[in-house]
């Protein structure tokens, strides 16, 4: 198993960028693979690829299209409105149905094509949004789905899994890059880069956890 080589799945947004960082920091060489679903906030990967020039990183978009026209959502439609609460008897409409099973599957063969091992995400089950695939036991059963789909040792790696947004700040700052994540990230679902819109949910969980993160460690 090579222990020196990470894939990220990098979206340009706050999450993604600090594992980006923590990978960094781990691995001698890091790839990052962003994806192209044509979402709303599409500019994310005008941020990402600019985070990645910016810093040394190797960077891939790959075109996922398809995703698109199997699940109409709020991040791929414009004629359809981000939840502003997430709702109490399903999943925000901002969810889009097996988003993260199929990056992490496409970023495995990615990967595996590479003889690279770790796969790095940025999901948290700490602040999931109430988004299934966000969750422990989901990164769990894949990666051993995965294993044996392909007949390779895979390892997900998820830094963010048990912490809260204020503390996902804190790990930004404590790996020197709170400036880059604050400044050069896109995390809004209107596709506005820095602080956002400020209406929409990610805005909100952003903005709730950077002030308890200068509240509480600054």
């Known amino acids: 198993m090579n222990s020196e080589k990470a894939v990220v799945v990098f ?38 690829k600019d985070i990645c020039k910016k810093h040394g990183v190797e960077y891939h978009s790959l075109d996922l299209n398809l995703l698109n026209q199997l699940a109409p959502n709020s991040l791929t ?28 599957t496409f970023v495995a063969i990615f990967a595996k094509q590479r003889g690279i091992n770790n796969i790095v995400t940025g999901v948290s089950q700490s602040d999931f949004s109430g988004y299934p695939d966000c969750r422990d036991i989901f990164i769990k059963s894949l990666n051993v789905t995965l294993n044996l789909a392909m007949g390779y040792d895979f390892v997900i790696e998820t830094p963010l899994m048990w912490i809260n947004k204020a503390e996902t700040w804190k790990m930004a700052y404590d790996l020197g890059v709170l400036n880059v994540v604050k400044e050069d990230t896109l995390t809004c679902y209107n596709g506005i880069k820095g602080n956002g819109c400020g209406d929409c949910p990610s805005c909100k969980l952003r903005k709730k956890g950077y002030l308890e993160f200068k509240e509480k460690y600054l």
Not at 14 to 23: E, G, I
Not at 25 to 47: G, M, N, P, T, W
Not at 83 to 104: H, Q, T
């Open 77 to 104: 439609r414009k004629d359809i409105e981000v939840d502003k609460e997430a709702p109490s008897d399903s999943v925000p409409n901002s969810f889009v149905d097996g988003r993260n099973l199929l990056f992490l």
């Open 11 to 48: 979206s340009g947004g706050q999450d993604s960028t600090t594992c980006l960082f923590w990978a960094l920091k781990k691995y001698k060489e890091v790839i990052a693979v962003s994806f192209d679903y044509s979402q709303k906030h599409i500019l994310e990967l005008s941020c990402a």
